[in-house]
């Protein structure tokens, strides 16, 4: 059997059936196939058909109801945001009032780090990777001068060892039992944007706190991605964007985690607004805050109901699929499209080999970046994005991407790397 007919054959006989049906597949820009073979879901997620609905549906309340829709609508807006709240807590393994839908990813972290950033004495110190997302990057070094706190000393950047890719768990944890009695908040991504590798979250987290650290997880590339257990894990706060595998839209309403025993303690500061007050209580306008011992009391607006529209659609599909079935697929498939690539000359893999220590995404070191999308685009229609300056990213998301759309990519690199030469 040939690659293509055995990719084919592999999509059919697959325990997790392609829910492609349920996506808007973008059209190929070039190349023999109509659909694009897009491998960018880890940067913006596909637009699943039932969001068009659950958008119209609140237009449709709001043209019927005006300002009555949040008490009349269908899903009334006051507590629209209570509908992602199991979906929402399944997904990163949370206890449902340990998570809140709520801004946007950096501003979460923003909120989060108001309420567990405390340098103190000597302990001032903000641990994030080397490879960070720069908003990550500006991020914690803000909030290091917010404190008065000069970034270059306070904020500390893990590299992985001399001519190596990924961060050693061992190493992380050799750090923290030396310097971490001068680390305030160890703040890291639970899958690396730019090499794909699956941080152990269980163990650093201990780690963490066994040094006397606050742990912080940015999840922007686990959630949707791996299987999370949040509570179990006892992470203190965690933050996760829904466009990327969420598939929530461009810019869409995120996530948040504070672990229980922050929630109950009333005593943890917080900046606050009207929708961090009890809602029971909220329109007797008072002018002092009654906080819930829940999540929520770290909301500030009234949510967005246009842009939680399609969160809610996103998070019905996980449900209904289950992030353990889609993890499982997305080895598959993942496993499957590196082993295609290995033999591709002139591409470095640099995501960790080991399925355990990575999620969907494969990251390459290829020559001439940008060309190489350009013409995967154009000549291929594949979808995969750039990272400067060498790396290209690829993420065969198990909801729509398929063995075949990994054969497609496959043998687009092997035609366009031989041509390099
Ligand atoms: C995508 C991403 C962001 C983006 O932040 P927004 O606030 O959603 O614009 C931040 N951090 C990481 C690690 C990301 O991957």
Same mark, same amino acid.
């Given at each position: 059997?040939?690659?293509?007919?055995?990719?084919?054959?592999?999509?059919?006989?697959?325990?997790?059936?392609?829910?492609? =049906?349920?996506? !808007?597949? &973008?059209?190929?820009?070039?190349?023999?196939? %109509?659909?694009?073979?897009?491998?960018?879901?880890? *940067?913006?997620? !596909?637009?699943?058909?039932?969001?068009?609905?659950?958008?119209?549906?609140?237009?449709?309340?709001?043209?019927?109801?005006?300002?009555?829709?949040?008490?009349?609508?269908?899903? &009334?807006?006051?507590?629209? @945001?209570?509908?992602?709240?199991?979906?929402?807590?399944?997904?990163?393994?949370?206890?449902?009032?340990?998570?809140?839908? $709520?801004?946007?990813?950096?501003?979460?972290?923003?909120?989060?780090?108001? *309420?567990?950033?405390?340098?103190?004495?000597?302990?001032?110190?903000?641990?994030?990777?080397?490879?960070?997302?720069?908003?990550?990057?500006?991020?914690?070094?803000?909030?290091?001068? @917010?404190? =008065? !706190?000069?970034?270059?000393?306070?904020?500390?950047?893990?590299?992985?060892?001399?001519?190596?890719? @990924?961060?050693?768990? *061992?190493?992380?944890?050799?750090?923290?039992?030396?310097?971490?009695?001068?680390?305030?908040?160890?703040?890291?991504?639970?899958?690396?944007?730019?090499?794909?590798?699956?941080?152990? $979250?269980?163990?650093?987290?201990?780690?963490?706190?066994?040094? =006397?650290?606050?742990?912080?997880?940015?999840?922007?590339?686990?959630?949707?991605?791996?299987?999370?257990? !949040?509570?179990?894990?006892?992470?203190?706060?965690?933050?996760?964007?829904?466009?990327?595998?969420?598939?929530?839209?461009?810019? +869409?309403?995120? /996530?948040?985690?504070?672990? %229980?025993?922050?929630?109950?303690?009333?005593?943890?500061?917080?900046?606050? /607004?009207?929708?961090?007050?009890?809602?029971?209580?909220?329109?007797?306008?008072?002018?002092?805050?009654?906080?819930?011992?829940?999540?929520?009391?770290?909301?500030?607006?009234?949510?967005?109901?246009?842009?939680?529209? &399609?969160?809610?659609? *996103?998070?019905?599909?996980?449900?209904?699929?289950? $992030?353990?079935?889609?993890?499982?697929?997305?080895?598959?498939?993942?496993?499957?499209?590196?082993?295609?690539?290995?033999?591709?000359?002139?591409?470095?893999?640099?995501? &960790?080999?080991?399925?355990?220590?990575?999620?969907?995404?494969?990251?390459?070191?290829?020559?001439?970046?940008?060309?190489?999308?350009?013409?995967? +685009?154009?000549? @291929?229609?594949?979808?995969?994005?750039?990272?400067?300056?060498?790396?290209?990213?690829?993420?065969?998301?198990?909801?729509?991407?398929?063995?075949?759309?990994?054969?497609?990519?496959?043998?687009?690199?092997?035609?366009?790397?031989?041509?390099?030469?």
């Amino acid at each position: 059997m040939n690659n293509e007919d055995n990719a084919r054959r592999l999509d059919e006989i697959d325990p997790l059936p392609t829910l492609r =049906g349920e996506f !808007l597949i &973008p059209p190929a820009p070039g190349g023999p196939y %109509e659909e694009a073979a897009y491998f960018a879901g880890n *940067s913006l997620g !596909l637009q699943p058909r039932a969001t068009a609905r659950y958008l119209t549906e609140e237009l449709a309340d709001w043209a019927r109801f005006g300002v009555e829709g949040h008490t009349e609508g269908r899903r &009334p807006w006051v507590d629209y @945001h209570e509908l992602l709240r199991e979906p929402a807590a399944r997904l990163v393994g949370a206890l449902p009032h340990e998570v809140v839908a $709520m801004n946007t990813l950096t501003v979460n972290l923003h909120l989060m780090m108001a *309420s567990f950033y405390r340098p103190a004495g000597e302990r001032t110190k903000i641990v994030i990777e080397d490879s960070a997302f720069p908003s990550d990057s500006y991020a914690v070094a803000s909030q290091a001068v @917010h404190h =008065g !706190l000069d970034p270059a000393e306070t904020v500390v950047r893990l590299r992985p060892r001399d001519g190596e890719e @990924h961060l050693r768990t *061992s190493d992380i944890e050799a750090f923290l039992a030396r310097e971490g009695h001068t680390v305030a908040l160890l703040m890291l991504g639970g899958v690396n944007y730019l090499t794909g590798q699956l941080m152990d $979250m269980q163990a650093i987290t201990k780690a963490g706190h066994v040094a =006397g650290a606050v742990v912080g997880w940015d999840l922007a590339h686990a959630a949707g991605n791996v299987p999370l257990r !949040l509570h179990d894990w006892d992470v203190d706060f965690a933050a996760w964007c829904t466009y990327k595998y969420l598939n929530a839209g461009p810019g +869409a309403v995120a /996530g948040c985690f504070v672990h %229980e025993r922050h929630v109950r303690d009333a005593s943890v500061p917080k900046l606050s /607004g009207w929708w961090g007050t009890d809602p029971a209580i909220r329109f007797r306008m008072a002018p002092d805050i009654t906080p819930p011992a829940s999540a929520d009391a770290w909301q500030l607006s009234n949510p967005p109901i246009l842009a939680l529209a &399609p969160v809610l659609a *996103s998070y019905e599909i996980f449900d209904r699929v289950g $992030m353990e079935a889609l993890r499982a697929k997305s080895r598959r498939l993942t496993g499957y499209l590196a082993a295609r690539l290995v033999p591709v000359r002139g591409v470095e893999l640099i995501t &960790p080999e080991s399925e355990a220590d990575r999620g969907s995404q494969l990251s390459l070191r290829v020559p001439d970046t940008r060309g190489l999308v350009q013409r995967l +685009a154009a000549e @291929h229609g594949v979808i995969a994005d750039a990272r400067e300056p060498d790396v290209i990213r690829l993420a065969p998301v198990p909801l729509y991407c398929t063995f075949h759309d990994c054969h497609r990519v496959a043998e687009a690199l092997t035609v366009l790397t031989a041509q390099q030469d």
